[in-house]
């Protein structure tokens, strides 16, 4: 089974759009992490914001919120009015039971976001 | 603080042939790791390690091989190259103090190698 999935190979939006990445993930540990990070077209990976399982609020980092519901294993990355350098590929990704002895990421297919103008 | 650099960034081989990947951090963080990159599928692991002198294999380890001599460098090797080890490679680390939060995994640019 899937660890990470994300549904939506390919999105796009309208610039100034606000716009919903959808993540699920499957796990039976209680304590993980969830991340997104951004591939520009250029290839580096770029961290864009965390959610820890027992954080009580949602994460934001400046126009990335983090829409995590639990119950229903999802993490939605939601960025706010986008902009044309918001074209990319985004992946979810998830750590598992901090192990204190690899602190390993599965990721999931991506999603490739384009803007339009 | 040039974070994590990778060595080469480009490289064509031919079957068979074989080739060291070099990752460098000089963050001195702990933990490094090595991803491939194929369309359609995100990024797998590879190996890891965590620490000097320590590796381990992660999701899709058969045909590499890797060396933690130093803290700071972490090399991927291809022994027998072969046409399916075409794809973007990605090394990155983290510092593994084991406390919670972020702690995110930094990633250096990539190497692209075609096997051929």
């Known amino acids: 089974a899937q660890k990470i999935t994300q549904t939506q190979p390919g999105m796009f939006v309208q610039e100034k759009e606000a716009v919903t990445l959808d993540c699920t993930y499957d796990?039976?540990?209680?304590?993980?992490?969830l991340f997104w990070y951004k591939q520009p077209s250029s290839g580096e990976m770029i961290f864009l914001i965390y959610q820890g399982s027992y954080d009580q609020q949602n994460a934001t980092e400046g126009r990335y919120s983090l829409n995590f519901q639990k119950a229903r294993k999802s993490a939605n990355l939601v960025i706010s009015a986008s902009q044309l350098g918001d074209s990319a590929m985004y992946f979810c990704?998830?750590?598992?039971?901090?192990?204190?002895?690899?602190?390993?990421?599965?990721f999931g297919t991506g999603t490739r976001l384009t803007i339009i103008p | 603080n040039a974070g994590v650099t990778q060595t080469p960034k480009f490289r064509v081989l031919k079957t068979g042939q074989s080739m060291t990947l070099l990752c460098a951090q000089d963050m001195n963080h702990e933990y490094m790791y090595w991803y491939r990159q194929d369309p359609g599928m995100g990024l797998r692991l590879i190996h890891y390690?965590?620490?000097?002198?320590?590796?381990a294999k992660g999701e899709v380890p058969d045909g590499y091989n890797v060396s933690r001599l130093k803290k700071q460098n972490f090399l991927l090797g291809l022994e027998s190259a072969a046409p399916s080890q075409t794809s973007v490679y990605f090394c990155?680390?983290?510092?593994?103090?084991?406390?919670?939060?972020?702690?995110?995994?930094?990633f250096g640019p990539g190497t692209r190698l075609t096997v051929l």
């Open positions: 990155a680390s983290i510092q593994g103090d084991g406390l919670a939060g972020p702690n995110e995994q930094f």
């Open positions: 390690s965590v620490g000097e002198g320590t590796t």
């Open positions: 990704a998830m750590r598992e039971a901090p192990n204190f002895g690899n602190e390993k990421l599965t």
């Open positions: 796990t039976s540990d209680p304590s993980y992490g």
